[in-house]
């Protein structure tokens, strides 16, 4: 009887040992899901502040996260256009997620440690044809 009890409460505690394990070890999939999930650099799309300032980093405010903007010119947002700003190249290496500098104006950001960074060619922002 003792022996049988013995036997039963190492099968279970080698199946309990087994599923702390593997609950353990999945939980390190949820712990840093944002960090690392996406690229540096990272294009913003930025709107105007107050219009009599339009090209100002203190001015232009940073909206969400968005894909490359066209190279050259004739685009809506274009990087050879040459009036308003509406998308900006960030480096966002020190981020933990794209998130953490929306709705902080570029001067912001660069405080934060989120500069911007230029591409080949450029000089990381991509401007209206209007």
Same mark, same amino acid.
């Given at each position: 009887?003792? #022996?049988? #009890?013995?036997?039963?409460? %190492? ?19 949820? #712990?840093? %899901? &944002?960090?690392?999930?996406?690229? =540096? $650099? ?6 105007? &502040?107050?219009?009599? /300032? +339009? ?11 968005? &894909?490359? +903007?066209?190279?050259? !010119?004739? *685009?809506? @947002?274009? !990087? *050879?256009? =040459?009036?308003? !700003? @509406? ?7 020190? /981020? =933990?997620? $794209? =998130? *953490?500098?929306?709705?902080? !104006? ?11 960074? +230029?591409?080949?060619?450029? *000089? ?7």
């Amino acid at each position: 009887m003792i #022996t049988k #009890t013995t036997n039963f409460i %190492k099968q279970y505690f080698f199946m309990l040992a087994l599923a702390a394990t593997f609950v353990g070890f999945s939980a390190f999939k949820y #712990t840093n %899901k &944002d960090k690392g999930t996406f690229e =540096s $650099p990272q294009w913003y799309t930025v709107t105007v &502040d107050n219009p009599s /300032l +339009p090209q100002d980093i203190s001015n232009l405010r940073i909206i969400n996260a968005a &894909d490359e +903007p066209e190279e050259g !010119t004739g *685009d809506f @947002c274009a !990087t *050879d256009n =040459s009036l308003d !700003t @509406c998308m900006v190249r960030i480096n966002t290496e020190n /981020l =933990s997620g $794209p =998130s *953490d500098i929306e709705n902080l !104006t570029i001067q912001q950001a660069q405080s934060a440690g989120a500069p911007v960074l +230029p591409q080949a060619g450029g *000089d990381g922002y991509a401007r209206s044809i209007e």
